[in-house]
């Protein structure tokens, strides 16, 4: 029989003690023999799937890793193209900010014309057919006549400087486009719009009749740049028109 009693009574044991249990030796070897042999059957089980399976999920890791290294170097390479992208056209804002201010205009929109010194910022959308909106608009700078086209769109555009209704408002009206009857073949005007530099290349001087506004109408399919003013200046006899291309890159 197994040796039995009380190991603890409430009242007449100690607050704590100590118990030795004797095992029989061959329950020892049993527990002993048993443990090893589990452990051992453990071990054999991931050494099997280790050899069985080892291989194929070496394929499959190693796969997914190249992968996903492939993939997160191409969106490395495309952040870093467009980033750069980004950089360089920022530099070509600045840049453009910094000439049109060395001129004395913003980059926004505005015209220089270096042969003739002359240069203003431009109102846009100035409706030509209404007198107290562009001599408004003309004490300010060059108006942008509105419904034509503006930089970089295939279409006219046009600007004008002409109005004065008498001699003595000369000065304070047209004196921007004072001496475009200057300009000839060939010559230059840069027009600086949303921070970007648009050159033209003049081809034809026009002098036409004030009622003739053809001109206005917008030409769509091929870009040219209209400049107008009152000819002979400081008169509205004429209009002197300044027909330009952009130039060849």
């Known amino acids: 029989m197994r040796p039995k009693g009380t190991i603890y009574q409430k009242g007449h044991s100690g607050t704590h003690g100590e118990i030795i249990l004797f095992i029989p030796l061959l329950i020892r070897i049993l527990f002993h023999f048993f443990r090893g042999i589990g452990g051992g059957m ?108 503006f930089p970089g769109q295939s279409g006219t555009i046009f600007l004008f400087s002409h109005s004065t209704d008498s001699p003595l408002n000369f000065a304070r009206y047209n004196a921007v486009f004072y001496l475009l009857k200057k300009l000839e073949k060939g010559d230059e005007i840069l027009v600086f719009f949303a921070d970007k530099r648009y050159v033209y290349e003049v081809g034809e001087k026009v002098i036409t009749s004030p009622m003739d506004t053809s001109w206005l109408n917008p030409k769509i399919g091929t870009e040219e740049l209209v400049l107008m003013t009152c000819d002979p200046p400081g008169t509205t006899w004429n209009r002197l028109l300044i027909i330009a291309k952009p130039q060849e890159k």
């Open 42 to 149: 453990i071990a054999f089980a991931v050494l099997v799937f280790a050899f069985s399976f080892g291989p194929v999920v070496k394929q499959e890791i190693n796969y997914f890793l190249q992968e996903k290294g492939i993939t997160l170097e191409s969106n490395s390479n495309s952040e870093l193209a467009d980033f750069s992208v980004q950089v360089a056209e920022a530099e070509k804002e600045i840049a453009v900010q910094k000439e049109a201010q060395s001129y004395g205009v913003n980059s926004y929109f505005s015209v220089v014309i270096p042969k003739i010194d002359a240069k203003a910022n431009i109102i846009a959308n100035v409706d030509a057919a209404e007198p107290n909106e562009y001599l408004d608009a003309l004490k300010k700078g060059v108006a942008h006549a509105k419904g034509t086209y």
